[in-house]
């Protein structure tokens, strides 16, 4: 059984959501605490979305100097999967995990929608439940999640086909459009072999048909589908 | 070892739409203070640092920036020393 961790940082949220989406998926979930040294042996590791040490100086910037962060680098660097949601993905930014960064969002709000997101990359460890060019509609929550990066950054992102979700916008008056005015519509991106993931939709959120839609879950199911990594 | 007093200012780096100064810009406008533009919104850090010499502590104030005070993506930054 594929065991994947979840990690609480001061100010996490939807990691209790995040443990009950992978459970349902048929994966073993794991809790791990931002002061512990070790995976526990994990096969993934996902970082919850939230405010991790309030947000103070930069979201995620003071959260990446967690101890937990050290396995979780060893663990990235030996192809193991990693996944960061939300504030999980501005820790992966400003840990060097990932390219790029999330600043304040383009129109100053705070933003608590659904958004229609598109699939570009079924071949990610947690988009394989998905079909290329596919649109689901997910719940965003942030207000530092505008996607920038250095010009360099963003032609080897989209060279490298790196952007694995984006905003699909005007598909539907109440979910269409960019929430944030991110470069290039980006909502959501990985590394260059597919196995860290960065995205600032919450799939964990909407991943129960009791909610109405469990458009969410496929991310869990993908980690479920795809061989587990040697990690 | 002595104590120095530095100041860190970390600005958005120029270019980047910075959306909280326009948002200042607007204000300022609106309150009739014409002529107000250019508006950038950034922190200011203080500490008291020690080091061997000033140079040495604007070295170590300038590792603090590189590694955590500032994001190298998207923030430029400047250290200072209180005379």
């Known amino acids: 059984m594929l065991r994947v961790g979840v990690v609480t940082f001061p100010g996490s949220n939807c990691e209790g959501e995040t443990l009950r989406a992978i459970a349902r998926v048929g994966g073993e979930p794991v809790e791990l605490w931002h002061q512990d040294t070790s995976l526990k042996g994990v096969d993934v590791v996902i970082l919850p979305g939230g405010f991790s040490y309030g947000d103070y100086l930069r979201s995620g910037a003071i959260a990446r100097f ?17 996944i960061g949601i939300c504030n ?24 608590s ?31 530092d999640g505008r996607f920038v990066a250095s010009a360099d950054e963003l032609a080897a992102i989209e060279d490298g086909d790196q952007v694995v979700l984006r905003y699909a916008g005007g598909r539907m008056l109440d979910a269409g ?23 600032m939709p919450h799939p964990e ?16 199911q993908s980690l479920v589908l795809s061989p587990a990594p040697a990690a | 070892m002595k104590t120095y007093r530095v100041h860190v200012r970390v600005m958005p780096r120029a270019g980047l739409l910075d959306p909280a100064g326009q948002a200042v810009e607007h204000a300022l406008t609106a309150l ?18 020690e080091g061997a010499s000033e140079a040495d502590a604007i070295a170590r104030a300038r590792a603090m920036c590189d590694r955590l005070l500032a994001n190298p993506v998207t923030e430029d930054f400047t250290v200072e020393v209180a005379a």
């Open chain 1, 205 to 220: 959120r909407l991943a129960h048909p009791a909610l109405g839609s469990d458009a969410g879950i496929g991310v869990f």
């Open chain 2, 32 to 49: 009739g203070f014409a002529g107000a533009t250019n508006v950038h919104l950034g922190k200011a850090i203080a500490l008291d640092l």
């Open chain 1, 66 to 82: 967690s101890p937990i962060m050290d396995p979780v680098r060893e663990h990235a660097a030996d192809g193991g999967g990693v």
């Open chain 1, 177 to 199: 459009g960019n929430p944030n005015e991110a470069t290039s519509d980006i909502a959501g991106i990985c590394n260059a072999t597919g196995t860290i993931v960065g995205m």
């Open chain 1, 113 to 143: 929608r659904p958004v229609d997101v598109r699939i570009e990359r079924s071949d990610s460890i947690c988009t394989r439940a998905y079909h290329q060019g596919e649109v689901i509609r997910i719940p965003v929550a942030h207000g």
């Open chain 1, 88 to 111: 999980g993905f501005q820790i992966l930014c400003e840990a060097g995990l990932l390219p790029g960064a999330l600043v304040r969002n383009g129109g100053l709000h705070y933003v």
